[in-house]
């Protein structure tokens, strides 16, 4: 069984207690051990950080930019290993592994380019012979602390671009699914990244992550996953007036009117609601249906639901992996309990599968509940796995009205062939990220990424928005 060390200083810490990565659909099975980093090896994480940001600031950013693209291609070289390793600890299926292996391939490469381009500002001045322009700096020592969901594509579309930058980093990954972040680190340091640069720390993240808040050279932490953990954080984290980005949860509707493409809607809601087991912050949680092809919809989803296979991610043609972990079915189940309660009986789905490899995983069925109401608590709260609730909703004005009545406004999407509902739902929805006529899950990287109302703060991340956190702005006024 192969121990994973943390990364400090360019050197791999293999020394210490370790805690297990296991496979949520065959517990049996550790996918590796990883050493339990403490508060001083965040110490000393940030300290390294500290000591290697003056040459690498320093470096010319086309220059940093070929580490990138170094470590995209070492990446692309072990590019089965590492998408089978994710399925094994985080439960996803292996295509959508791979797809998202792909995508962190992608936003190195992106970012890398990036270096070339980083430009400011040059501006004519009022004032004769003045030459006035603002330039891009970085940071300093970042802070970023990850969920385990994506778990190498959200390390690298935070890495990134803070590398680009110029900054040096400490990076947490999610207790659940470290391996996935820890190969990043792997391609970064077999791609000749200077020690001190990026430095990886698993382990616990209450202890973890408060000496990462509290570590004196921090200069900005950039987080996603709860929303509980989020607060925490901004309220630490703004004592001493860290520059703050955080990404969080989600209720996210997805609306559908009597003029959409049926068929195309059914599949967009089933598949935003339950692939990736429902644990995209980006998945449907909510259908919010036109009254009039209700009853219908309802009907072709639970139908649709019915087909779905659940099982072991590696195997070919299973559609949902398991949960990601105990706590997590456990969450899961408890929802269905009280969906049972307030909408009664699911229509498909509500129950722990069981017998035979089950036994060993967390799998639990796709479900679905009928005539929830934006009162009941599975209308309103995140439950992060594979449950749908289904609304009634009298019109268009009503969907709209019910989709925003959370608190919650990551992502929101609409199925309808009529345009204008469309741009009335693009002005009106109070979502970051929204989708017409496609699942509400699915995001690029050359485009700004995050939500709105509780389920993000700070600027956003991915696209040319990345740069908003992780620079800053020097201007520059200069008489000739
Ligand atoms: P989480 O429990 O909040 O954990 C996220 C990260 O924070 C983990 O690395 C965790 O470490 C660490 N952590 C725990 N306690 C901490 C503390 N006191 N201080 C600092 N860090 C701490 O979230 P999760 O269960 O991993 O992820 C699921 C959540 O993420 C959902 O709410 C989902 O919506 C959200 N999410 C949001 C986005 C987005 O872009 N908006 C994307 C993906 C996921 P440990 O693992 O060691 O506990």
Redesign the pocket.
Known sequence: MQTFGNYINGEWITKGDTFEDRNPANTDEVVGLFVKGSAADMDAAAAAAAEAFPKWAAMPAPNRANILFKAAEILESRFDSIAAEMTREEGKTLPEAKGETRRAINILKYFAGEGARMGGHLVPSERDRVHMFAIRKPIGVIGL??????PIA?PCWKLAPALICGNTVVL?????SPLSAWRLVEALHDAGIPKGVVNFV?????T???A??EAKPLKAIS????????K??HT?ASKRMLRIQL????KNPTIVLKDCDFNAAVENVVNAAFFSTG????ATSRAIVEDEIYDKFVAAVVERTKKLKVGNGMEAGIDIGPA?DEA?LKTILDYIEIGKKEAGAPLVGGNRLTGGAFDKGYFVEPTVFANVTEEMRIGQE?I?GPVLAIMRAKDFEDAMRIANATPFG?SASIQTSNVSRVFDFVYGAEAGLLTVNLPSAGVEYQLP???TKD??FGPK?QGPAAFDFYSDYKTIYLKY
Request: aromatic share 12%; with cysteine; proline share 4%.
């Open positions: 602390v990850t969920p385990w969901n994506f959200i947490k990954p999610a207790s659940a698993a382990g616990s993240g209450g973890l992550g408060k990462l808040v987080f996603t996953g709860s929303e509980t953990i989020g925490w954080i630490e990404e969080m949860g989600g644990q995209k912050c980006t990601v997590a995140e992060f990551l990424f995050g939500g389920s993000s991340e």
